[in-house]
C-alpha cells in the first residue's frame, strides 16, 4: 500500500519552463512533508520541506504548495534549468518513520 | 562533516549467495534507516535502527537483516539472494528518532544479482 501517491512519473520541460510535480496522502498524522533530489548513482538529498500548519514555501527557484484540507502537496520549480534534471521523490513523515513516492524522473530540454 | 557512507559502492553476487552491505552514518546520529530501492518502485523502507536496536522493519521477508554497532553504524545482510533483490540499497542517517528534519542518504550500494 503506498502511503504517498506521486504523479507524474516523468516529466519533460523546456529550460525556462515551469516544472510541477504532484503528491497526495491520506494519513493524517503525517506532520512534515520533504522533498528530494536525486541525481544518478547518488543518493536522494534534501531539497525543501513543509509542515502542514503553511500553505507554502519558497528556497529560491523552488516551492512546496500545501493543500491540508484536499491532502495533497505540490513542489513548482520555477525557470528550469537542464542542470534540474534529476529524479524528485515527496516524502511525508509519520512518528519516526517517513514515506516515500514512487518519484518523478524530471528531464529539462536546453 | 563527513556525509553518510556506505560501502561497498557495488557489489555483485551470484544468486543463493549472501550479500553485506555497510554504512557509516553522520557523526552524532544515532538513528540508521535502510531502503531498497528498485527500478520503478520507489523507495521501500527495509530496517530501522537506533540505540544498537531494531525498532521497526518493512514488508521483507525475514533473509533481510541487519544489525547496529555501539558506534551506530549499521550492517545490512541479505542471504539466498535472489534475482528481483537487485537494486540500490541506500542507508540514510538522522540525529535522534525525533529529529525535526528528514534524512540524509548515503550514495548507496548498487547490488546485482547474476
Known amino acids: 500500500q503506498q502511503q504517498v501517491k506521486q504523479s507524474p512519473q516523468s516529466l519533460i520541460v523546456q529550460k525556462g519552463g515551469i516544472s510541477i510535480i504532484n503528491c497526495a496522502y491520506e494519513?493524517?498524522?503525517?506532520?512534515?512533508f520533504p522533498w528530494y533530489q536525486q541525481f544518478p548513482g547518488k543518493g536522494p538529498a534534501l531539497l525543501i520541506a513543509?509542515?502542514?500548519?503553511?500553505s507554502e514555501k519558497k528556497e529560491g527557484r523552488f516551492t512546496i504548495s500545501f493543500n491540508k484540507s484536499a491532502k495533497q502537496f505540490s513542489l513548482h520549480i520555477m525557470d528550469s534549468q537542464p542542470g534540474d534534471s534529476a529524479t524528485y521523490f515527496c516524502?511525508?513523515?509519520?512518528?519516526?518513520?517517513?514515506?516515500f513516492g514512487t518519484g518523478t524522473s524530471l528531464t529539462v530540454i536546453p | 562533516e563527513a556525509g553518510v557512507t556506505q560501502s561497498p559502492t557495488h557489489l555483485i553476487k551470484t544468486r543463493g549467495q549472501q550479500a553485506t552491505l555497510r554504512c557509516s552514518p553522520i557523526?552524532?546520529?544515532?538513528?540508521v534507516y535502510w531502503y531498497q530501492q528498485a527500478l520503478g518502485l520507489g523507495l521501500q523502507f527495509l530496517l530501522w535502527?537506533?540505540?544498537?536496536?531494531?525498532?521497526n522493519r518493512g514488508n521483507f521477508p525475514p533473509r533481510f537483516s541487519g544489525r547496529q554497532f555501539p558506534n551506530y553504524s549499521s550492517e545490512l545482510n541479505v542471504n539466498a539472494l535472489e534475482l528481483e533483490d537487485s537494486a540500490l540499497y541506500l542507508c540514510?542517517?538522522?540525529?535522534?528518532?525525533?529529529?525535526?528534519?528528514?534524512?540524509?542518504f548515503g550514495s548507496g550500494t548498487r547490488l546485482t544479482v547474476v
Open positions: 535502527y537506533d540505540e544498537g536496536e531494531e525498532r
Open positions: 516524502a511525508a513523515r509519520s512518528g519516526n518513520q517517513f514515506y
Open positions: 494519513n493524517t498524522a503525517f506532520d512534515y
Open positions: 540514510a542517517s538522522r540525529q535522534r528518532p525525533t529529529a525535526p528534519y528528514g534524512y540524509t
Open positions: 557523526s552524532g546520529h544515532t538513528s
Open positions: 513543509i509542515r502542514p500548519d503553511v
